[in-house]
């Protein structure tokens, strides 16, 4: 099994719209995970953290559930400009080490 | 304040060349990283560093090779390059990982998009 698992998509919404993708992880231990945004294969860029309970910076939740190993991405009010690729981020099993998911697709349409 | 610089951008090579691709960081991170991310696919750990003198394999490190001679540099090489290692390289850092996961983000260099035909 992947240390972290992520459906590849994608997901294609109207603006406006709610969308949220989760995030599966292998390593029971994990404590804290990135969720990172990539355009077109540019350089990844840091979107938010995840530890504890979640986190919340604007239109964008992210949520942490331990007892069944997954982290959540929320988007609220998906804007165009939300199109791109999301990317999960955890350490390696045994150490700190960031391994990344796949990635999940989003297309956001008029 | 630059963050990761990666050189080159582009890069065709034939096979069983050789190249370097740099990357240097000027944010005194002690953590670097090379992956690979090809088509469709999430990034890759190839070599990481977790300080100067120290060096260690990723999740696909055969047909490559790092050094970490400064705290600011780690270059990745190709030796003999093959067609499956056709690909965006991507240079990160980051602070010291061991406290905590969530205060130690991954900065990135802006990629190196390599072609070997």
């Known amino acids: 099994r992947k240390e972290v698992e992520q459906d590849p998509g994608p997901f294609n919404v109207p603006e406006g719209a709610t969308v949220a993708f989760n995030c599966t992880y292998s390593?029971?231990?994990?404590?804290?995970f990135f969720w990172y945004r990539q355009d077109c294969r540019k350089e990844p860029k840091l979107l938010m953290s995840?530890?504890?309970s979640g986190n919340e910076d604007g239109r964008f939740t992210a949520q942490l559930n331990r007892a069944s190993q997954y982290i959540s991405l929320l988007i609220r009010d998906s804007k165009l400009s939300d199109s791109a690729t999301y990317l999960c981020?955890?350490?390696?099993?045994?150490?700190?080490?960031?391994?990344f998911g796949r990635g999940t697709s989003l297309i956001v349409h008029p | 304040n630059a963050g990761v610089t990666q050189t080159p951008k582009f890069r065709i090579l034939k096979i069983g060349q050789s190249m370097t691709l740099q990357c240097t960081q000027d944010m005194n991170h002690n953590y670097m990283y090379w992956y690979r991310q090809d088509p469709g696919m999430g990034l890759k750990l190839i070599y990481y560093?977790?300080?100067?003198?120290?060096?260690d394999k990723g999740e696909v490190p055969n047909g490559y090779n790092v050094s970490r001679s400064t705290t600011e540099d780690f270059p990745l090489r190709l030796e003999l390059a093959a067609p499956s290692q056709t690909s965006v390289y991507f240079c990160?850092?980051?602070?010291?990982?061991?406290?905590?996961?969530?205060?130690?983000?991954?900065?990135f260099g802006n990629g190196t998009r390599l072609t070997v035909t």
């Open positions: 990160a850092s980051s602070y010291d990982r061991t406290i905590t996961f969530h205060n130690s983000p991954l900065h």
């Open positions: 390593n029971s231990a994990s404590q804290s």
């Open positions: 560093s977790v300080g100067a003198g120290i060096t």
């Open positions: 981020v955890g350490p390696v099993s045994g150490s700190y080490i960031p391994t």
């Open positions: 995840v530890y504890s």
